[in-house]
T-cell receptor
Framework: GNSVTQMEGPVTLSEEAFLTINCTYT??????LFWYVQYPGEGLQLLLK?????DKGSNKGFEATYRKETTSFHLEKGSVQVSDSAVYFC????????FGSGTQLTVLP | ETGVTQTPRHLVMGMTNKKSLKCEQH?????MYWYKQSAKKPLELMFV???????ENNSVPSRFSPECPNSSHLFLHLHTLQPEDSALYLC???????????????FGEGSRLTVL
């Protein structure tokens, strides 16, 4: 079956540090890939997505590239802010949506 | 504001109580979902409704009973729950196409349930 593996958290960074959250997947067919973010006290919201190999999704300074050869969709941001503190979920759809277990990010001022 | 509204935001109930969670979506979507989010566990898909028909039920105990009276409303009726059912219950909606679910999910803010 399909699965998503994310790096375990929690991740703690200082403001303006570089962020990488690793995500790898196994899936049949050609899945679409997503990153969702959950801010404290809120539900999940879509951060970015990519629907085919080599696509790069980007939003709010975050980026992730769909790498079919390594079955990865790592999330990156060049300079994190305190307001980026949240839980980040990697997910795939093929055709059902499968979520990773989430990675807690805390950014300190 | 995601267009998906859940009430109540917080609920505390005893194991013998009967309560309901409500979800309403204002996005014109044709599919709605219930997810359970527990601490340190992946999101668990509980139920999926497409065009008001239940199309997925992921081995959820019968003490959870969903109801979808129309495409905009989804309920989760709760009866004789256990303390381990304490969690954040998230509702979501999406637009299903002919090829299945090709779109993103829009989530509500969740209902935090505590079972004493």
């Amino acid at each position: 079956g399909n699965s998503v593996t994310q790096m375990e958290g929690p991740v703690t960074l200082s403001e303006e540090a570089f962020l990488t959250i690793n995500c790898t997947y196994t899936a049949t067919g050609y899945p679409s890939l997503f990153w969702y973010v959950q801010y404290p006290g809120e539900g999940l919201q879509l951060l970015l997505k990519a629907t085919k190999a080599d696509d790069k999704g980007s939003n709010k300074g975050f980026e992730a590239t769909y790498r079919k050869e390594t079955t990865s969709f790592h999330l990156e941001k060049g300079s994190v802010q305190v307001s980026d503190s949240a839980v980040y979920f990697c997910a795939l759809r093929s055709p059902k949506l499968t979520f990773g277990s989430g990675t807690q990010l805390t950014v300190l001022p | 504001e995601t267009g998906v509204t859940q009430t109540p935001r917080h609920l505390v109930m005893g194991m013998t109580n009967k309560k309901s969670l409500k979800c309403e979506q204002h996005l014109g979507h044709n599919a709605m979902y219930w997810y359970k989010q527990s601490a340190k566990k992946p999101l668990e898909l509980m139920f999926v409704y497409s065009l008001e028909e239940r199309v997925e039920n992921n081995s959820v105990p019968s003490r959870f009973s969903p109801e979808c009276p129309n495409s905009s409303h989804l309920f989760l009726h709760l009866h004789t729950l256990q303390p381990e059912d304490s969690a954040l219950y998230l509702c979501a909606s999406s637009q299903l196409g002919l090829a299945g679910n090709t779109g993103e999910l829009f989530f509500g803010e969740g209902s935090r349930l505590t079972v004493l």
